[in-house]
Each structure stands twice: as structure tokens, then as C-alpha cells.
């Protein structure tokens, strides 16, 4: 598949691993255009069976995505306020990202306010740049929510009380504190964290397909389910894995190799 004619980012795949760079001057505003470039990108990803990983970074060493755009927001109907049975645009862009079958990485190395937040805890994985990166969600300030899943995904991160700061206090969260509450995962000085993430987004790519598909969907079970449902799921899952060629393959080449000998296990 041709990972073309991108406009707000650019787009490349190698090694199993896709990389898109935003790259949306001068903000890296998430505005329509935006929006709707992510649902390409998250399909894409989703069809190409060559990729693996997708990585995504931006153009501008201060801005991840400053936060949504505002006349955006402001263009937005108010003459509905009642709860609806399916979820917004950008909620379903956004849920349809996170559930997206391969490995999702952010690299985060400058301000990441609002909806650029929100789309960063729709991540697998997020990594931040120490004395770079600032997280935030500003919109109680302006009289409104988050309102791209902030208020459903950072409580699952930080905890209620730490997500509150957050969300009432409208100040910036720098990337220590992000790494510290679990807003991110790890926060590394900007000299390693390249070497990091490229690491990591290698080694995943190395596994099957099937295999870190499977394994997001017995991940997320454990979020939305009671232990003994998510064991069961996880049992399944395990099973649909195992029944897999390139499992059974892989299992036996270990085998083969010397596993399960002290001088395999300890080398």
C-alpha cells in the first residue's frame, strides 16, 4: 500500500513500522482536515499487512498538536443537548484509532493541549521529551469538557483525583510529572529518546501480526472487564494465537535454537 498524498502529515513505511510525522503549520492545530487525515491513516494501517507499528511524531519541535481548533468548537451545533445513543466525530476518530489492530506509539516533544492530549492517550504507548513535552487540557478555562475523551481516558491513566488537576486547574502537566502519574510512559532526556523508541518500535515489529493484534485485545479486556471475564477472554485469545502456522513455527524454532537450556536462558 502507498502511504501518498498526505497533506498535514508525511507519511513513510519501513521494516514493518509506519511513521507519520505531523505536520500542520504553524500550530499543528486538530482541525477538520486533520481529523479526517487520522481516519485515513488509522484504516491504512489497519488494511496494510506490512505494517506492524505506527509511529507518529511532528514536524515542529514545540508543538505536538497545540490543542483542537477552536472555530472548530465554535462551529459546533447548541441546539442539541440531549444524550445520543452513538458516539461523536471525533470520539469515533478517536475510538476507532485506539482500537486499531497493530502498535501505536507517540513521541512527544512539545506542547500536546486538548484534543492533541486526547489523541495521544488514544495511543498504545506514549513517550515524552524531559524539558520538552507539556500535556494539558485547558477547556474548563473556556467555559467547556474536553470533549474528545479526555474526560473518559485520563481518570484510566492518572487516577480521578490527579485527572481533576488536570481538567479543573487548566495548567500544564510537564513531562516529569506526566511520566510520574502515568500520563505518558516514560519521559526521556531528547538525546534517548529516539534511541528508545526506535528500540521498542523494532522489537514489536519482529512479532507476527496476529500475535500483537491478540494481545491488544486481551490488554484492553482487562480494562473493561471483571477478572475471571478477562482470563477467560485472554484464554481464547491465547488459543487463537497458538493456532496460528507462524506461532507453532516460531515456538519450534526457539526449541530448536537451544531454548530451555541454561546456556540459551542465561545468554
Avoid at 505536520?23 to 485515513?40: C, G, Q, Y
Avoid at 505536538?64 to 452513538?86: N, Y
Avoid at 485527572?163 to 500544564?172: F, K, P, Q, T, Y
Amino acid at each position: 500500500m502507498s502511504f501518498d498524498s498526505y497533506r498535514l502529515m508525511r507519511v513513510s513505511v519501513s521494516s514493518g513500522i509506519c511513521r507519520a510525522t505531523i505536520d500542520n503549520p504553524p500550530l499543528n492545530l486538530l482541525d477538520l482536515r486533520f481529523a479526517d487525515e487520522i481516519v485515513r491513516l488509522t484504516r491504512e494501517v489497519a488494511a496494510d499487512d506490512d505494517v506492524r507499528v505506527l509511529v507518529v511524531d511532528s514536524a515542529d519541535p514545540e508543538f505536538f498538536i497545540a490543542h483542537a481548533d477552536v472555530g472548530m468548537i465554535l462551529d459546533l451545533p447548541t441546539d442539541d443537548i440531549g444524550l445520543h445513543d452513538e458516539l461523536s466525530y471525533f470520539h469515533a476518530v478517536m475510538e476507532e484509532f485506539r482500537a486499531l489492530p497493530k502498535a501505536t506509539i507517540a513521541v512527544i516533544e512539545g506542547i500536546c493541549r486538548g484534543g492533541g492530549s486526547e489523541w495521544a492517550m488514544a495511543f498504545d504507548m506514549r513517550y515524552a521529551a524531559l524539558g520538552k513535552a507539556v500535556f494539558g487540557q485547558p477547556e474548563v478555562a473556556m467555559g467547556i469538557i474536553p470533549g474528545g475523551g479526555g474526560t473518559q481516558r485520563l481518570p484510566r491513566l492518572v487516577g480521578r483525583g490527579r485527572a481533576l488537576e488536570v481538567i479543573l486547574g487548566c495548567r500544564d502537566v510537564d513531562a516529569a510529572t506526566a511520566e510520574a502519574w502515568g500520563y505518558v510512559d516514560r519521559a526521556l532526556p531528547p538525546d534517548k529518546l529516539w534511541r528508545f523508541v526506535d528500540k521498542l518500535a523494532a522489537r514489536i515489529a519482529s512479532a507476527p501480526q496476529s500475535a500483537i493484534a491478540a494481545a491488544k485485545r486481551a490488554v484492553d479486556a482487562a480494562l473493561s472487564n471483571d477478572l475471571p471475564t478477562g482470563l477467560r477472554i485472554e484464554d481464547q485469545l491465547f488459543r487463537e494465537a497458538l493456532a496460528q502456522p507462524v506461532a507453532r513455527e516460531r515456538l519450534q524454532a526457539i526449541i530448536d535454537a537451544g531454548a530451555q537450556t541454561r546456556e540459551f536462558e542465561l545468554g
